[in-house]
C-alpha cells in the first residue's frame, strides 16, 4: 500500500494539470489507494476517500493550484448528468480527474489519457501497468 501511495505521489507531483487518468482494477485493488497518493504528491492535504457513494469528490492542490476531481462510477449504470460534469472538467487546464471504473463513461474520455491497471498478486502487492502515448517522456521529461 504504501509503495502504490509513493508511485502515485511520484506522479502526482509531475501533473501540470489537464491530465485525465483512468484506473482499473478489481474492487479493493488499490484504485483509491492511488489518488490518495496523486493528491499527495500534488500537494494537497485534503482527505481522500473512496467517493463511491457521492461519486465525486475534489481535492486541492496547495502547490500548484490545481483541483483533483475524483470519481467513482462503481454500480453506477446511468451516467446522466455526471457524465456532463466529468466533461467540463475534463477540458479545464486547471483540473487533474481520476476515475475509478470508467468504463460506462468511456466515450466522454479523451483519447489522451493515462491508463493504470492495478492486479493483486498478493495480499499485500499490486502489479502497476500504465498506458499512455510516451508516458515515461510524458511525466518525466
Ligand atoms: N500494494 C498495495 N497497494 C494498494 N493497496 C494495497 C496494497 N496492499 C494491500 N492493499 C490494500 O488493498 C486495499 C485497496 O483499497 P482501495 O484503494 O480502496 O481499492 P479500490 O479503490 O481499487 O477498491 C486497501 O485495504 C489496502 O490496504
Ligand atoms: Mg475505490
Not at 482527505?47 to 463511491?52: F, M, N
Amino acid at each position: 500500500m504504501a509503495e502504490t501511495e509513493s508511485l502515485a505521489s511520484q506522479i502526482g507531483s509531475r501533473l501540470r494539470g489537464g491530465e485525465v487518468i483512468a484506473l482499473s482494477s478489481d474492487l479493493g485493488g488499490g484504485k483509491t489507494a492511488f489518488v490518495r497518493g496523486l493528491a499527495q504528491g500534488m500537494g494537497s492535504r485534503d482527505h481522500v476517500a473512496s467517493p463511491t457513494f457521492t461519486i465525486s469528490r475534489q481535492y486541492h492542490s496547495n502547490s500548484k493550484g490545481l483541483t483533483l476531481y475524483h470519481f467513482d462510477f462503481y454500480r453506477l449504470n446511468q451516467p446522466g448528468i455526471i457524465a456532463n460534469e466529468l466533461a467540463e472538467f475534463i477540458d479545464d487546464p486547471q483540473a487533474v480527474v481520476a476515475i475509478e471504473w470508467g468504463d460506462i463513461v468511456a466515450d466522454v474520455l479523451p483519447e489522451q489519457k493515462i491508463m493504470v491497471v492495478i492486479t493483486r498478486t498478493g495480499d499485500e502487492s499490486r502489479d502497476l501497468s500504465f498506458r499512455y502515448p510516451d508516458v515515461l517522456n510524458y511525466l518525466f521529461a
